[in-house]
Nanobody, 124 residues
Framework: QVQLVESGGGVVQAGDALSLSCAAS????????MSWFRQAPGKEREFVAG????????AYADSVKGRFTISRDSAKNTIYLQMNNLKPDDTAAYYC?????????????????WGQGTQVTVSS
């Protein structure tokens, strides 16, 4: 099994920055990718950013391009999400996910392992 633990959420004002981290433990061999998704109340879970483990290829949702940056530390089995210029629309629970499948980073069905989520609230 794999355990994912997110940290770093909080309440900020529009224009502020925030950094999230997600540490994977347990059976962490054969990771293909790790990603961040988010879910706002009454909305479906959506892809935010993802990174492949071997080559570090990245993908972002259009809504966060230029503002969010995903990175990884392979030695620590940890990914990070640096969020700059936050907007009220970024308010959501943010979830870390891990996939062993060679599928598109934004494919929610590719992820078998999920963290418990961390709340990000951006006030205007």
């Amino acid at each position: 099994q794999v355990q994912l633990v997110e940290s770093g959420g909080g309440v900020v004002q529009a224009g502020d920055a925030l950094s999230l981290s997600c540490a994977a433990s347990g059976r962490t061999l054969s990771i293909y990718s790790m990603s961040w998704f988010r879910q706002a109340p009454g909305k479906e879970r959506e892809f935010v950013a993802g990174i492949t483990w071997s080559f570090g290829s990245r993908a972002y949702a259009d809504s966060v391009k230029g503002r969010f940056t995903i990175s990884r530390d392979s030695a620590k089995n940890t990914i990070y999400l640096q969020m700059n210029n936050l907007k009220p629309d970024d308010t959501a629970a943010y979830y870390c996910a891990l996939s062993r499948d060679r599928r598109q980073l934004g494919d929610v069905g590719a992820y078998a392992y999920w963290g418990q989520g961390t709340q990000v609230t951006v006030s205007s």
